[in-house]
Every structure is written in C-alpha cells, then in structure tokens.
T-cell receptor
Framework: SAVISQKPSRDICQRGTSLTIQCQVD?????MFWYRQQPGQSLTLIAT?????????ESGFVIDKFPISRPNLTFSTLTVSNMSPEDSSIYLC????????????FGPGTRLLVL | SQQGEEDPQALSIQEGENATMNCSYKTSINNLQWYRQNSGRGLVHLIL?????REKHSGRLRVTLDTSKKSSSLLITASRAADTASYFC???????????FGAGTILRVKS
C-alpha cells in the first residue's frame, strides 16, 4: 500500500486568493488523481495527473481554475485559483495501487474554507 | 453525473446489529469498490469486487454484486461503534480507469 500525505491539512482563505495543495507519496506512481468533495457530498474527480505530461481534466473543471503540477513520480500540487466561497470543499489526492481501475489509496485531504 | 446511487442515505443501528448498504449503477462495469470515510477525512479502501464475481468477503464485510440488476450491497456484520463513518461505492466502467463515486451512506452505530 501507499502512504500519502497532504499539505496543508486545512486552511481558511479570502475570496480572490489562490491556494496550492501538495500531495506526497512514499513510492513512485504513474498516475495521481485529484478529487473535490463539497460539503455533505460525494467525491468528484477533478483531474488525472501523469508525470511528464499535462493533466487531464474532467468535464466542468479547467486548467485556469485548477492548475496541476506533476514534477516527479512521487509529488503533485493542485492550485485552487481565484477562490470563491463555492470552492469551500475537501480536496483529496489519490494514487492507484496496481494498475488502471484498481484500488486507490487516498491522502487525508485538505479542508478548505473560503470566506 | 455520478454513476452510483446509494441507499439508504443514512442508517442508525445499535452496536452488534448488522448494517446493509446498497449501491446501484447505470453502465457496464469492470469492477465495483467500497470505501469508508471517517469524519470527512481520507478514504480507506474496503473491498473490490470484479464484474465476474458475485460475492466477496473480508472479515466482517460481505459484498455482493448483481450485474443483471446493476446493483451491489455491502453488509457489515456485528457492527461496532468504530464502524461509524460514511460508506461510498465507486465503479470503474468497462474499459475505463476512473473511479466514479456514489452519493454515500452515513452509518451511525450507537453503543
């Protein structure tokens, strides 16, 4: 199994500002995933991040709002740009354990509140 | 839109009782997975069942899959207060590689 850490664990931000969330894995992985979980809701995939290529975004999410970096096989960042209160959510990163469509391991999440 | 729908939305039981949660989905799948989330924290993988499997066990967990009805159920036997959490099913579509999560069931086990 993979051990995943995220920073920060929580933050309170002012509208119009940006926040970068870091995700660190204890082993090299090909694909990393970023999810959003709005209050009281389920998880929605934002994008898939492969090392060495641009992230692939899901419908409804755009690179200008959620730029992602993937500089190496153990690290990724997600930036939430020009935040509004609607961005208040838990943001989670995950990695796959053994191939496409298999078990995913999740980080502890970053709880974001935008005022 | 989410692939899976779960019911009930919330379930409250006494310690020692069994808890059953159901998940329905819309398209053909490669596999279906169940996850647990404690208090808005990270998700923990519980069990994965493939489209050609009908039942799977892991400790106190029993998962069934009925591909003809496009549904799955998660049974937790002899529940404990520590089982209090949100439970999500997630599907991987046939030839797909992404998890699509259901709405989740909030389970409360009272001691």
């Amino acid at each position: 199994s993979a051990v995943i850490s995220q920073k920060p664990s929580r933050d309170i931000c002012q509208r119009g500002t940006s926040l970068t969330i870091q995700c660190q894995v204890d082993s090299q992985v090909t694909m990393m995933f970023w999810y959003r979980q709005q209050p009281g809701q389920s998880l929605t995939l934002i994008a898939t991040a492969n090392q060495g290529s641009e992230a692939t975004y899901e419908s409804g999410f755009v690179i200008d709002k959620f730029p992602i970096s993937r500089p190496n096989l153990t690290f990724s960042t997600l930036t939430v740009s020009n935040m509004s209160p609607e961005d208040s959510s838990i943001y989670l990163c995950s990695v796959e354990s053994g191939g496409l469509g298999e078990t995913q391991y999740f980080g502890p999440g970053t709880r974001l509140l935008v005022l | 839109s989410q692939q899976g729908e779960e019911d009930p939305q919330a379930l409250s039981i006494q310690e020692g009782e069994n808890a059953t949660m159901n998940c329905s989905y819309k398209t053909s799948i490669n596999n279906l997975q169940w996850y647990r989330q404690n208090s808005g924290r990270g998700l923990v993988h519980l069990i994965l069942i493939r489209s050609n499997e009908r039942e799977k066990h892991s400790g106190r967990l029993r998962v069934t899959l009925d591909t003809s009805k496009k549904s799955s159920s998660l049974l937790i036997t002899a529940s404990r207060a520590a089982d209090t959490a949100s439970y999500f099913c997630a599907t991987v579509m046939e030839y797909g590689n992404k998890l699509v999560f259901g709405a989740g069931t909030i389970l409360r086990v009272k001691s």
